[in-house]
């Protein structure tokens, strides 16, 4: 299962996917973390002193792997970020996400992997949408399922809507802050996401006491599926000390007992992973891909493929 976690930044969301990420390694799950946030700080929460190579490092090869010997794509410099799968593809199984060879394992056993940062070469001609295009190919390829966890820390804000990544999750958890400001990005993401059936849940976060509370489920109603409490622990972690999941305050830990069991919940829709894979490829052929290339990237939508196990 595939989960995003988004918000405002500073609300809390990389110390949320990587507490979700370690409470489920510690159920026994295997986990695959992805850093797709541009400030790149999911290695240093998970207690690691050198980040994963980036994946924007390694693309050509990337891309090289999944095209296969699919006829519809002729090389590497034919694909883009949303290119999809078709026969003669290579599909990777969560197995095959797990042991990328440039990823590294934090104590817990789980794997990270990140986009990487601005390199020199990047600074003042590009945006950062073209370090997440290989989470979005591993995405569009990956045939993962139930008991088999990917949690991808996305950048901030509605700035995730630049690309057709946002639709690649079974469940998009939002972590809001109780203010004004937390809230608001909350409505920006669910307005922009109501056309595209994306399921998402509100986490409320750094809660002080009960009228916390009721100011989120006033703005957020029914989305609001749980909350994080102030957590001197968490302060701690964040300030460098160890953390054990432990070490976290009962409330804190019952909430992510309730995150896990919200995805667990959820059931994989294919039928729909597939039909905006193709949507948002031939959007992105249209706009720009085309030109770019100066291939017909249209010519990559497989009409015959049939999307999941």
């Known amino acids: 299962m595939r989960v995003a976690f988004v918000g405002k930044g500073g609300s809390g969301k990389t110390t949320m996917s990587a507490l979700f990420a370690r409470y489920v390694a510690s159920q026994g799950a295997p986990v695959v973390a992805i850093d797709a946030d541009i400030n790149q700080h999911l290695a240093l929460v998970f207690g690691l002193e050198d980040p994963p190579e980036p994946l924007g490092s390694h693309l050509t090869e990337i891309k090289d792997h999944l095209r296969g010997d699919n006829p519809r794509i002729p090389s590497a410099d034919a694909m883009v970020k949303t290119t999809p799968p078709g026969r003669g593809s290579r599909l990777l199984s969560f197995a095959d996400l797990a042991s990328y060879e440039h990823a590294v394992t934090t104590p817990e056993g789980i794997r990270l992997m990140a986009t990487g940062p601005f390199s020199d070469d990047d600074l003042g001609v590009a945006c950062y949408h073209s370090k997440v295009g290989a989470v979005e190919l591993l995405l569009n390829h990956l045939v993962d399922g139930q008991g088999e966890y990917v ?91 160890p953390l054990t999941l432990d070490d976290l305050e009962p409330g804190n830990s019952d909430a992510l007992a309730v995150l896990l069991k919200h995805v667990d919940e959820q059931v994989k829709d294919w039928e729909r992973f597939g039909r905006q894979t193709a949507e948002f490829h031939l959007r992105n052929a249209h706009a720009w891909a085309n030109s770019k290339t100066g291939v017909d990237l249209t010519a990559q939508v497989d009409p015959e493929f049939v999307y999941g196990p």
């Open 151 to 241: 949690v991808v820390d996305m950048t901030a804000g509605s700035d995730s809507f630049a690309s057709g990544l946002f639709t690649r999750f079974d469940l998009t958890f939002l972590v809001a802050e109780p203010t004004r400001q937390g809230v608001g990005v909350y409505r920006q993401y669910r307005d922009y996401a109501a056309d595209f059936q994306v399921p998402l849940a509100v986490v409320g976060n750094k809660v002080h006491g009960p009228s916390d509370v009721d100011f989120l489920r006033g703005h957020v109603g029914r989305d609001l599926l749980t909350w994080m409490e102030h957590s001197t622990a968490v302060r701690a972690m964040e300030q460098g000390r």
